[in-house]
């Protein structure tokens, strides 16, 4: 982690603006304050990745409240591309006087140089690869996958600057770590995944009911707790070990794979107007 702070204060010098890369089912949580404190007024655009998995009118919400701040934020889906051709025309945009004056200098055929930061798992390497044509960067859906910096051309006027992930070295808000875990950007196996699934229930029956019932083809329990929900997955499921128990860690894996991989449909996790 510090290795990677390290790296990205020596290389910003050498980039005209930064692409962050948030989780857009969780654009508070995602965004490391660390991050925000070593860039301080370089230029930089905010992209909203992974909007496909989250939910549109929240997603639309985001956007707003960026616009109204005067931050530069877009909605990027690497999947179908959507959005990602106009991550370099709103960089092109907000160095406009930048250009102007290079051209006026005489410096033809200057690259526009912009580096990809984020936490891990936020998509940085599926947005290079959209954004390059190519297979460049390693695509995984786990985090830690990019592990050193990668100059990659894109456009002819582009270069991009990628870098590994960083994610905050401490959560003073439990619900940060919480989120950061449910979306996959903090590894399984430093967790424990029965309680990160529990939790994980407890928060959609609050916001996403109906996500839960109609995947697990139950109906709603009156006055059940998370566990019991979890455990009526498991059987639904048939995740049943020897005595006819449920198989929780079989049970939470696939509560959150399912999740992550949105077969639970489009959810987001924050809203702007949540304090």
């Known amino acids: 982690m510090q290795k990677t702070k390290r790296l990205i204060r020596e290389h910003l010098g050498l980039v005209d603006a930064?692409?962050?890369?948030?989780?857009?089912?969780?654009?508070?949580?995602?965004?490391?304050?660390?991050?925000?404190?070593?860039?301080?007024?370089?230029?930089?655009?905010?992209?909203?990745?992974?909007?496909?998995?989250?939910?549109?009118?929240?997603?639309?919400?985001?956007?707003?409240?960026?616009?109204?701040?005067?931050?530069?934020?877009?909605?990027t889906?690497?999947?179908?591309?959507?959005?990602?051709?106009?991550?370099?025309?709103?960089?092109?945009?907000?160095?406009?006087?930048?250009?102007?004056?290079?051209?006026?200098?005489?410096?033809?055929?200057?690259?526009?140089?912009?580096?990809?930061?984020?936490?891990?798992?936020?998509?940085?390497?599926?947005?290079?690869?959209?954004?390059s044509g190519s297979k460049r960067a390693k695509v995984e859906d786990r985090p830690g996958v990019t592990r050193a910096e990668q100059w990659i051309k894109l456009e002819s006027d582009f270069e991009l600057l990628d870098?590994?992930?960083?994610?905050?070295?401490?959560?003073?808000?439990?619900?940060?770590?919480m989120a950061l875990a449910w979306t996959g950007a903090i590894r399984d196996d430093i967790l424990d995944i029965e309680t990160l699934a529990m939790?994980?229930?407890?928060?959609?029956?609050?916001?996403?009911?109906?996500?839960?019932?109609?995947?697990?083809?139950?109906t709603p329990g009156e006055e059940e707790s998370d566990l019991e929900l979890m455990e009526r997955i498991g059987r639904k499921r048939g995740f049943l070990v020897s005595g006819g128990e449920i198989n929780y860690e079989r049970t939470a894996a696939v509560i959150l794979d399912e999740f992550r991989s949105g077969k639970l449909g489009r959810i987001s996790l924050e809203t702007p107007e949540e304090r």
Do not use: H
């Not at 960083?166 to 619900?175: G, I, T």
């Open 18 to 75: 930064v692409l962050v890369l948030l989780d857009a089912r969780i654009p508070r949580s995602s965004q490391n304050p660390d991050i925000e404190t070593l860039l301080g007024s370089k230029p930089r655009i905010l992209l909203l990745n992974k909007s496909d998995m989250a939910d549109e009118e929240i997603t639309r919400r985001w956007l707003e409240y960026y616009r109204e701040k005067g931050i530069p934020a877009l909605a």
């Open 77 to 131: 889906d690497c999947k179908s591309g959507k959005g990602c051709r106009a991550v370099l025309e709103k960089t092109r945009a907000i160095l406009k006087d930048e250009t102007e004056k290079w051209a006026a200098k005489g410096m033809v055929g200057r690259s526009i140089r912009i580096m990809a930061v984020g936490v891990p798992n936020v998509g940085k390497s599926a947005l290079i690869n959209r954004l």
């Open 163 to 177: 870098t590994p992930g960083v994610l905050a070295p401490k959560f003073e808000d439990e619900s940060v770590g």
């Open 199 to 218: 939790r994980f229930l407890g928060r959609l029956r609050l916001t996403e009911p109906g996500a839960i019932y109609a995947r697990y083809s139950i």
